[in-house]
């Protein structure tokens, strides 16, 4: 507790730094709105414009909902595949659990054309439901696989493979479809955070919470596996089982954002550095909540760029995360090989 008091002025920093973001994501779009209009509609106050309570209600609190979920659950995920990989470069998808996502639509998609059945994909239960069965075919795979492997590497090699089998599966079926499907198929794959009703994220709140709480129990097995496995080991962490807890919630998580959002690059890969620069501790006690935080504040900050304010456009969410992305990747690339140097 006394290592969370000193870091206590920068979290209220982050906290506020939350709260400004959120309200500009709010407030900018095709229609803009006040703060203030937005705190009254907020606490329910009866003389509101009706027209910017139903914007606020009904699309972009969801939306913003939405973001934060996903941004911070992505930077967690992030974070537990570069401590467990010990590579700054592991990130959520690099375990095939996006593409098998990714597969699971396309499979919908042209299976639903054939059948007849179009107006199902109105539904976006349909998405979600396909999005999950794909994603949670490949994290059993990947799960059974690495209860009998000793070796991390492997399964980090093995994730790679299971995401180029799945994307050439992809292409296959690209191949047979027609150009609408192809152009539904490719609008869900640009990401989207918007068009969820409170029901769809009151069940992916719900999951979320459940998925993340356990981390809580892994923090010092995730500091000792910072010096390595066999560093882990002596201090009495069984690598086998908590290998397959970081592999398991980092699947759930990273299959939950797919499904909702569809795939979003960078951000697991992005948020943790950027954390550990700003904090300059690799203390997981910390990084954790702090990671959720800047997950939820650069899906946030992408959202609001991605709008367009006073347009009424919408940019791909994933061509906004990877502006942000790309520069770090290049960045730590660089960084690596001054440091051997």
Known sequence: MNILNSYKTLFVILS?????????????GSVHIPFLDIVSILFKNSNTNENWHLIITEYRIPKAITAILGGSALAVSGLLMQTLFRNPLADPYILGISSGASLGIAVLILLISFGGFTGLLISNWSFVLAASVGSFVVMLLILTLASNLKNTMS??????????FASAFINVLAYFSSAEQLQQYIAWSFGSLGNHSYTELLIYGAV??????????LIKPLNSLLLGENYAQSLGVNIKKTRFYLLLITSLLTGLVTAFSGPIAFVGLAVPHLTKLFLKTSNHLILLPAVLINGAI?????????????????????????????????????RRKKIRL
């Open 155 to 164: 399964i980090l090699i093995i994730g790679l493979m299971f995401g180029s």
């Open 16 to 28: 506020l730094l939350f709260l400004v973001i959120l309200g500009l994501n709010l407030s900018f």
């Open 298 to 334: 650069l899906l946030l900050i992408s959202d609001t760029i991605a709008q367009l304010p006073h347009s009424e456009f919408t940019l791909p969410i994933n061509a906004i995360t990877s502006i942000f992305g790309a520069p770090v990747v290049i960045w730590l690339i660089i």
């Open 208 to 217: 979320y919470v459940i998925t993340i709480i356990p981390i809580l129990w």
